[in-house]
């Protein structure tokens, strides 16, 4: 069965985000691993460490981020702009709340919990910084992930996009580079705390913008009832 072309810019507008997080996530750590090298081995084993770590509690979050997909994407459709209203609102305040935690146990526990991976005494010591970082700025990757979810389900894919690929890209790439050349080891530590304050400021905005473009949209379908 042939599809046609309005198929397949929904297929390319569905998934051009998700392949924008994740190829731009790839560079990303690999560039770090780069800036890292003349840190030694423990700094590259502390950053790998880190990452494995921050993915695999943000992949949670972007697990429940797929779940509001269909119930924001279904109630839009719909035209039920309320319910597309609270699916935002719980999902980014569960999301914050999810993260919120991990920040703090991160902050309490940091050095015992990179520990638990490679017992080395510098590699803990970097690990721990670069940890204790990127917890500062973790309580943000829950509103950033249901923006990107939401643009993403109501097609603003140019948002959307820009959005995925700022976190682990746009903004990372130039965090890294810079805080490598200005500040040495202690900026490419803070390079996705950085990255994270400044999608976050670019996100919110853009989600804010949306909604109360929908409001509108609400608020003209009811005058013409």
Do not use: W
């Amino acid at each position: 069965m042939l599809f046609r072309s309005s198929q397949y810019r929904e297929i390319i507008a569905s998934g051009l985000p998700s392949l924008g997080r994740q190829g731009l996530g790839s560079v990303s750590i690999a560039c770090l691993n780069h800036a890292a090298g003349p840190y030694g081995d423990a700094a590259i084993a502390a950053f790998s460490v880190v990452n494995r770590l921050t993915m695999l509690s943000t992949s949670i979050v972007i697990g429940f981020g797929h779940g509001f997909q269909p119930v924001c994407g279904f109630n839009f459709g719909a035209g039920k702009f309320d319910r597309v209203r609270r699916a935002v609102r719980f999902c980014a305040l569960a999301t914050t709340g999810y993260c919120v935690l991990v920040a703090a146990l991160g902050l309490a526990f940091a050095p015992a919990v990179v520990a638990l991976f490679r017992p080395e005494a510098e590699l803990v010591r970097i690990g721990a910084g670069v940890l204790r970082f990127q917890c500062l700025a973790y309580p943000l990757v829950g509103c950033i992930v249901t923006a990107n979810m939401y643009l993403q389900n109501i097609r603003r894919t140019a948002s959307a996009s820009v959005v995925a690929a700022s976190r682990q890209g746009i903004l990372f790439l130039p965090a890294i580079l810079i805080g490598h050349r200005f500040f040495g080891l202690t900026g490419l530590m803070a390079a996705q705390a950085v990255a994270d304050a400044l999608t976050f400021a670019l996100a919110l905005p853009l989600m804010l913008h949306a909604l109360n473009s929908m409001d509108r949209s609400d608020t003209q379908s009811l005058d013409i009832d």
